[in-house]
DNA sequence: TCCATAGCCATACACCGTATGGCTGACGCT
DNA sequence: AGCGTCAGCCATACGGTGTATGGCTATGGA
């Protein structure tokens, strides 16, 4: 039912995000217009509003799927120490992937407030196993994501000393300090 | 010289900055316009860039004078772990009252990377006092702060559950058990 | 065959930051 | 006293933004 100009195919919500996911790697948020998009698309800015409701949906759109298709390491069964440096790393390299959109999604904690998330239910689930009793565990959780929240920044936006290996190494050195502290806490 | 239309006395540096920061405190950093301030100072756009570069030096300035105005608690010779707490527990309060303003500097770190600034002199004092070698500072500043940015992240925007206090409390606790875990560390 | 409607687009509005260039009046100097 | 300099201010304009409104068009279902 009439497509566009110089397309063929009608434009997808999937088309839309990724591209415009590409645009926010590139420019950041404020890199990404809706006319930008529209043009990369080869179609009329207002064309995309009948995909998406505004430019703040579609933002919050790619950042929410983003947190659900997150890949995290699953549960091996390895002790609880190893298993949350191990999903720290991964919550790290993912948010490496794309510093705009974790960015803002760091802005607006809201997105992924979701306590369904994969993120929190590996976390959850990591608690439980190291002993963290049920109603700690959401302000530990807090406090991890804090952390992991607050280097990821840091190292994004490059004011983190040392190449990318020695960063890591730093992370996961500080996992295990605050994993240390959390078992001392617990007992 | 050629005094405002509608106004006794020239416009100040100070005047500017101070006016900025009440609209970034009240619509973040993008319901800050170069029009809107102008109005509230009853003056034409396009003068106060006699007194500033740009929209983005003046948030520039202002937050990093805001950050060499920052009030800290001194040395008071108690315990590093003290110490430590206190200092940290001063940077979340100096951050609460200007949410928008901090929320920029995060996403801007490169604002606060001079290590003459207060906030790190008094850290790197307080980690020489807790035994931390010369070549550990620097990471370990790093990671204490990106502790407390993502601590002050979430708290700013409201997804810390409990009221206030509770949330500080919980910010204490985290402190404690990060210091307890660099203790643990210097070992 | 007809029509509802999905998909697209043209135009327009209100806002933004700011480049450019001109006015005005207070000051220093002779 | 006369004059020039220039700080301070402003009017206009340009190119960008998000998006409201309303109209076109071709396709699927009845």
């Given amino acids: 039912m009439a497509v ?5 195919a009608p434009l997808t919500l999937e088309e839309i995000s990724t591209t415009a996911l590409r645009l926010m790697d590139e420019g950041g ?3 990404l217009s809706m006319r930008k998009l529209a043009a990369e698309l080869d179609v009329n800015p207002m064309s995309l509003y009948h995909h998406v409701e505004s430019k703040d949906a579609l933002v919050r759109l790619i950042c929410s799927t983003a947190a659900q298709r997150m890949d995290l390491p699953p549960d091996d069964g390895s002790p609880w120490q190893d298993q949350l440096r191990a999903l720290a790393l991964g919550y790290y390299r993912n948010a490496l992937a794309h510093p705009a959109m974790w960015s803002h999604l760091h802005n607006h904690p809201e997105i992924i407030a979701d306590r369904n998330l994969v993120i929190w239910q590996a976390l959850y689930r990591i608690l439980r196993l190291a002993g963290v009793p049920e109603p700690e565990q959401r302000r530990t959780s807090d406090v991890l994501h804090a952390f992991v929240m607050g280097y990821v920044i840091a ?33």
Same sequence: chains 1, 2.
């Fill in 4 to 8: 566009s100009a110089r397309r063929g």
């Fill in 29 to 31: 948020v404020e890199g």
């Fill in 155 to 187: 190292g994004t936006k490059g004011h983190l000393p040392g190449d990318p290996e020695e960063i890591e190494r730093g992370f996961d050195t500080a996992i295990r300090l605050i994993t240390g502290g959390l078992a001392g806490w617990s007992r």
